[in-house]
C-alpha cells in the first residue's frame, strides 16, 4: 500500500515525474516490502538491521517497514523520474 501512495503523491504534485518513473518506483517498492516481509519471517532477528536497533522486537516490522518502502518507492521515482524525457507540457 506504501508504494502506491508514494508513487500517487509524486505524481500529483511534481509536474516532472514521468509514467517510466512512477513504474518502477511502484515495482521496486513493492519489491522491497516484499522482500523485507520475507527476510523477518525467515530470520526474525533480521528486524534490528531494518529499524536500527538492537532493541526492536517483531511488531516493530509494522511501523519501520512502510516508513522504509515509502521512502524506497520515492527514490526510485524521482530518480527514475529524472533520467528520462519529461511528458511534454501539452498533455
Known amino acids: ?3 502506491i501512495f508514494c508513487t500517487i503523491i509524486i505524481g500529483m504534485i511534481w509536474k516532472r515525474a514521468s509514467p517510466a518513473g512512477g513504474f518502477w518506483g511502484l515495482l521496486v517498492g513493492t519489491i522491497s516490502a516484499f522482500g523485507m516481509w520475507l527476510t523477518v519471517k525467515l530470520h526474525p532477528a533480521a528486524i534490528a538491521w531494518f529499524a536500527f536497533s538492537t532493541h ?4 516493530a516490522e509494522n511501523n519501520v517497514s512502510p516508513a522504509l518502502v515509502g521512502v524506497i518507492a520515492a527514490v526510485v521515482t524521482v530518480v527514475v523520474s529524472l533520467c ?4 511534454p507540457v501539452e498533455e
Open 1 to 3: 500500500m506504501t508504494p
Open 56 to 59: 526492536a522486537q517483531t511488531m
Open 84 to 87: 528520462t524525457r519529461p511528458k
